[in-house]
T-cell receptor, first 114, second 111 residues
């Protein structure tokens, strides 16, 4: 079974802090994705990556950056957290050349920025 | 604007009844997928239907796709309390772009 894990289920940070959200998958998937989920807005794509060191902006990249130094790990970075970044963050992965095939999701990180 | 829109936003049924939720989209697709999300958890893939397919089944799930109407439906038969969750459709647009998710239908199955 594909397993996607996220470093924290719940996280509380202060405004202005630098925040790292980590995602690891164990199925040798090339593609990895970061979404945020907010009530009434559904899932919105922040960034995705199709290979090590490669990244593409999604629909809402502002205020975020990403890092993919190893194939299995995709990190989302909030350089200076703000209260409007309070949200549920979901990581997902999918196999090579298959942005549009099944995505496998982690359990999510619920981030609260105070 | 959203590519995929689920309808209804919320649905409440009795255990044993069938649940039907719909997804409409705007532009041509390569495939359409349905996912389930239990409260506070990640999404789980349920079924993928390609643009040249009209119907697919998986256990108690039945998905239809009508490309002429740009719509899909997910039917859950003989629902159970454990089916209580949010259900999302995701569309794969023409071209190799990431999936676009709708806002979801919240299903409550009452025992």
């Amino acid at each position: 079974d594909v397993k996607v894990t996220q470093s924290s289920r719940y996280l509380v940070k202060r405004t202005g802090e630098k925040v790292f959200l980590e995602c690891v998958q164990d199925m040798d998937h090339e593609n990895m994705f970061w979404y945020r989920q907010d009530p009434g807005l559904g899932l919105r794509l922040i960034y995705f990556s199709y290979d090590v060191k490669m990244k593409e902006k999604g629909d809402i990249p502002e205020g975020y950056s990403v890092s993919r130094e190893k194939k299995e790990r995709f990190s989302l970075i909030l350089e200076s957290a703000s209260t409007n970044q309070t949200s549920m963050y979901l990581c997902a992965s999918s196999p090579r050349g298959a942005y549009q095939e099944t995505q496998y999701f982690g359990p999510g990180t619920r981030l609260l920025v105070l | 604007s959203q590519q995929g829109e689920e309808d209804p936003q919320a649905l409440s049924i009795q255990e044993g009844e069938n649940a039907t939720m719909n997804c409409s989209y705007k532009t041509s697709i390569n495939n359409l997928q349905w996912y389930r999300q239990n409260s506070g958890r990640g999404l789980v893939h349920l079924i993928l239907i390609r643009s040249n397919e009209r119907e697919k089944h998986s256990g108690r799930l039945r998905v239809t796709l009508d490309t002429s109407k740009k719509s899909s439906s997910l039917l859950i038969t003989a629902s159970r309390a454990a089916d209580t969750a949010s259900y999302f459709c995701a569309t794969a647009l023409r071209g190799n772009t990431p999936l676009v998710f709708g806002k979801g239908t919240r299903l409550s199955v009452i025992a």
